[in-house]
């Protein structure tokens, strides 16, 4: 199995101060902190 290099690295979570974010920062999902976007 060949794994994408988009699953490696963080989403958008990694800047987030709540531990439970930072928690799934590694996750192969594209997670977007709450915000106005």
Excluded: T
Aim: charged share 20%; net charge negative; hydrophobic share 30%.
């Amino acid at each position: 199995m060949i794994k994408n290099d988009a699953s490696q690295r963080p989403n958008h979570l990694i800047g987030e101060k709540s531990p439970y974010l930072l928690q799934h920062a590694g996750n192969p999902v594209d997670w977007y902190p709450w915000g106005a976007e």
